[in-house]
């Protein structure tokens, strides 16, 4: 079969052949209907492809969520097992286990201390930015406690633990 551009070709060719008179009715009865089985055909093919393209998209996007999903809830269980093991490693006191496939320790988050907002309207506002819109600066607030200002509506929290394999 005819590539679809040598087809268009040979139809382009047709048409300016009727328009010029350059062939006969009886002529172009006997060229037109292969060429346009052939072109039919190729149409055909053409849209069979794109209908199998569009449904292996379709399964691949069901795929990505399928996995997604699974990601997630292997991403919880990894969470779960995390913090099973934070809790009573931490019960017991024990700050690091050695094993053969690494080792497993009870550390103290670093970082900046956590901020809790217990209650946004009662910060006062110049902790928030000025915006078309209040919005709560927590940074300012986190700075103010740290540099030992009270702020109502605001408390600094104790470092989490965390568990980390190495």
């Given at each position: 079969m005819k590539p679809l551009h040598e087809l268009t070709g040979e139809f382009n060719e047709l048409w300016l052949k009727v328009i010029d008179d350059e062939i006969s009715e009886e002529e172009?009865?006997?060229?037109?209907?292969?060429?346009?089985?052939?072109?039919t055909e190729k149409?055909?093919?053409?849209?069979?492809?794109?209908?199998?393209?569009?449904?292996?998209?379709?399964?691949?996007?069901?795929e990505i969520k399928r996995l997604t999903q699974c990601k997630k809830s292997l991403?919880?269980?990894?969470?779960?097992?995390?913090?099973?093991?934070?809790?009573?490693?931490a019960a017991?006191?024990?700050?690091?286990?050695?094993?053969n496939l690494g080792t497993m320790t009870v550390a103290k988050a670093g970082g900046?201390?956590?901020?809790?907002?217990?209650?946004e309207g009662s910060i006062p506002?110049?902790?928030?930015?000025?915006?078309?819109?209040?919005?709560?600066?927590?940074?300012?607030?986190?700075?103010?406690?740290?540099?030992?200002?009270s702020v109502t509506g605001a408390h600094l929290e104790q470092r989490g633990l965390y568990l980390k394999i190495s």
């Amino acid at each position: 079969m005819k590539p679809l551009h040598e087809l268009t070709g040979e139809f382009n060719e047709l048409w300016l052949k009727v328009i010029d008179d350059e062939i006969s009715e009886e002529e172009l009865k006997e060229i037109l209907p292969p060429l346009d089985s052939q072109l039919t055909e190729k149409c055909e093919n053409g849209i069979s492809l794109i209908q199998n393209l569009q449904a292996t998209s379709m399964a691949m996007d069901a795929e990505i969520k399928r996995l997604t999903q699974c990601k997630k809830s292997l991403e919880n269980k990894i969470s779960s097992i995390k913090g099973y093991y934070l809790e009573n490693l931490a019960a017991i006191g024990k700050k690091k286990v050695l094993t053969n496939l690494g080792t497993m320790t009870v550390a103290k988050a670093g970082g900046k201390l956590p901020l809790k907002i217990d209650d946004e309207g009662s910060i006062p506002s110049d902790f928030f930015n000025q915006r078309t819109v209040y919005e709560l600066d927590k940074e300012k607030i986190r700075t103010a406690l740290e540099n030992g200002t009270s702020v109502t509506g605001a408390h600094l929290e104790q470092r989490g633990l965390y568990l980390k394999i190495s």
